[in-house]
């Protein structure tokens, strides 16, 4: 191999701090954070990122993501982005979110902040329960899964449907670009990266609301194995929520 | 500047731009609605942000958000919105940031009404949310006052990284008055050190209420209180009306405060020495100085629009033994120089059975 | 076929065997070795098959795979 050299083809983001995280092993929260700081390498903007961590699992992200960061009270996410935004609007603005603090007690910040067109990324972990409190039934949970809140199984007559955040964010005229990915695997997983990309590059452009849900893994809440996990994203969270770009409006189209 | 005429919440408005205001973010709710309708156009005008938020709890929420990022923020609300603000408040108490928040009182609880009422002195002295701390309380008793407090408000929001509240009942965010306006301020370029600004060329800032282990979340708190002991030390306010020679003074608190001024005035006329202190500062509440008068007069009279809130901040500063009486309406019932005249009289009548 | 080497920061690596799963030369298995944090960290068992195609780099969860890929020389 005397024509070869050898080059650097992958490398942990420079937007990560070196911070060993707090996740369980097979977390997917670790991919979705690496696809971010991946994001913000790429387009250049670390170093005027300000990001805001939820309340869940993902409460200490501000000790991993190597950008100035703010921690939300549950929900509130979208709203501490706005104000930040709006009194600085030379930065850029993401925030972290599960499904717990988006789409139960903070479905009526992301409506709003979606709806106005604020000028930030949302970036939106879907693992149809709450990891934190320890399992219980989140507003994703799908019928007939067990969790400590819905131990016979989420019963609709009784808890109701789960919600379909992107598709029903994409109704809003202010949201410029709504995509659902997933982490399963790594064809899926390359996917939401670009997804990632294109939302802050509609930031950037100041198109509008963006955001990117990833459907993601709990393990240890869904008493799997971390591949055993990835599959169980396959066989029965795609289905009930179908992958690909819910909104994209033109502007962002001409990108 | 001229003294003008000026509705009390536009008035507030008006001096929270000229000391440098850089974003707004509140909802509708009487008695202080005029408050945000006079900035959405004052604001924008002036390229400044403003925005009419979803809720109080989004609006509170926002006023967080650009807070960490070290700009002049704030708010307004009444009773009930400050209710729903309380969580943010909490937060924002815990994180350090600097905020000022205006709250015109209504009557409560609950719906209650839209009539003026001190119905809150508990919530924002303290009560302003979950856990150990208190906000900067400033209690103005004219539109002049109301100005020059939350001109003041955003200076020691900054010095001590705190939530200054100013606080007024619906007379005064309603009622117009001449008031003459302070300068206007040049908009702040710099941020502080604790401010997030992007991770340009240092290492990245966290702003958080979590804590997670007992002794640093501890040490959080210890750091609240030393700082509360500065306010305590530094920033109480207070204004006296005729205490020197008082035989019966009159403890109460913006409109309230003049209101028995007033009736102090009306009861000398009729030969009762009557005196006013009226705290400007709720919290820091001016606990010694109260304590120092209550050695010179024969009884203190607690005048408050409610069932009696800072009556036990008054009992705190005289002791037990010291005869505080209290007369208080609830509901939105705005008491008359007249009411208040009444039980003056009446004490003074006691007081002169008591010397024969 | 394309020659590559990857790096594990073992004392990163939670043993959530997730690279493993999708390797496509199976190259990697479970050490007998706990790292600080208490977990068997994942090693590479036959270097010389690694491709670089870095599928393993794009699932681990706790970024502690770092990929190198031979390519052809550049003229100077």
């Known amino acids: ?255 | ?356 | 076929m394309a020659k590559g080497r990857i790096v594990i920061d073992e004392g990163r690596c939670k043993g959530c065997e997730l690279c493993i799963s999708v390797c496509p030369p199976e190259i990697l298995v479970v050490s007998s070795r706990l790292n600080e944090r208490g977990y068997l960290a994942v090693e590479v068992m036959d270097m010389d098959r690694c491709t670089g195609c870095s599928l393993c780099a794009v699932i681990c969860p706790d970024v502690c795979i770092t990929v190198y890929r031979q390519v052809p020389a550049r003229s100077r």
């Open chain 2, 1 to 356: 500047m001229a003294r003008e005429l000026w509705k009390g919440n536009e008035a507030l408005a008006e001096a929270s731009v000229r000391a440098g205001l850089v974003a707004y973010f509140g909802y509708p709710i009487t008695p202080q609605t005029e408050l945000l309708e006079y900035l959405s156009l004052r604001m924008v005008k002036l390229g400044r942000a403003f925005l009419q938020a979803e809720s109080e709890l989004a609006a509170i929420n926002m006023v967080y958000g650009a807070a960490c990022t070290g700009v002049r923020v704030m708010t307004s609300s009444s009773s009930p919105g400050i209710s729903l603000m309380q969580e943010g408040l909490s937060y924002i108490a815990a994180s350090e940031v600097p905020v000022v928040l205006v709250d015109i009182m209504r009557g409560g609880p609950g719906l209650g009404n839209i009539q003026p009422s001190q119905g809150d002195y508990f919530q924002v002295t303290r009560a302003a949310g979950h856990g150990d701390f208190h906000p900067l309380v400033l209690a103005p008793a004219t539109v002049q006052e109301a100005v020059d407090l939350v001109y003041l408000a955003f200076d020691l929001a900054e010095k001590y990284r705190t939530i200054v509240i100013v606080v007024a009942d619906g007379n005064i965010g309603q009622m117009m008055e001449p008031a003459e306006m302070p300068p206007m301020r040049k908009v702040k370029k710099d941020r502080p050190d604790w401010a997030l600004t992007g991770a340009d060329g240092r290492e990245h800032r966290i702003i958080t209420s979590l804590e997670l282990g007992a002794e640093r979340l501890e040490a959080l708190n210890l750091r609240l209180q030393k700082k509360i002991a500065r306010i305590r030390q530094a920033e109480v306010r207070y204004q006296e009306h005729k205490v020197e020679d008082a035989d019966i003074l009159i403890a109460a608190f913006g409109t309230m405060g003049r209101i028995s001024q007033t009736a102090a005035e009306m009861a000398r006329a009729k030969g009762i020495k009557a005196g006013v202190f009226r705290p400007i500062s709720l919290f820091p509440f001016p606990d010694e100085r109260l304590e120092e008068l209550s050695r010179q007069v024969s009884r203190i009279l607690v005048v408050e629009m409610n069932a009696g809130q800072m009556l036990d901040d008054v009992r705190l500063a005289v002791g037990k033994d010291f005869p505080v009486e209290f007369y208080g309406r609830m509901g939105g019932v705005v008491p008359l120089p007249d009411d208040v005249l009444e039980v003056v009289e009446r004490i003074g009548a006691e007081l002169n059975d008591e010397q024969r």
């Open chain 1, 1 to 255: 191999m005397n024509n070869a050299e050898e080059k650097l083809v992958f490398e942990r983001p420079r937007s990560l701090t070196d911070a060993h995280t707090h996740y369980c092993p097979g977390c997917t929260h670790g991919i979705a954070h690496r696809l971010v700081a991946e994001a913000l390498d790429e387009l250049g903007l670390r170093e005027r990122t300000l990001g805001i961590a939820p309340v869940g699992c993902a409460v200490l992200a501000y000790y991993y993501f190597n950008v100035d960061m703010a921690e939300a009270a549950h929900g509130r996410a979208p709203a501490m982005a706005t104000g930040m935004k709006r009194a600085n609007p030379d930065k850029i603005l993401f925030t972290y979110q599960g499904d717990g603090d988006l789409a139960a007690i903070g479905a009526g910040e992301i409506v709003h902040a979606a709806g106005r067109g604020e000028n930030i990324t949302v970036i939106f972990i879907n693992n149809a329960i709450y990891g934190m409190t320890g399992g219980q039934m989140a507003p994703t949970t799908l019928e007939g899964q067990k969790t400590t809140s819905s131990p016979m199984g989420r019963d609709i007559s009784i808890a109701g449907h789960p919600l379909r955040m992107s598709e029903l964010l994409a109704t809003l005229d202010g949201a410029a670009y709504v995509a659902r990915g997933s982490l399963h695997d790594p064809k899926h997983i390359r996917r939401a990266k670009k997804a990632i990309l294109t939302a802050f590059k509609v930031q950037q452009a100041g198109l509008g609301f963006s955001m990117v849900e990833l459907l993601s893994a709990c393990g240890t809440n869904w008493k799997m194995d971390p591949v055993e996990a990835l599959g169980w994203i396959k066989d029965n969270m795609v289905p009930y929520f179908p992958l690909g770009d819910y909104k994209v409006t033109d502007a962002v189209k001409n990108l």
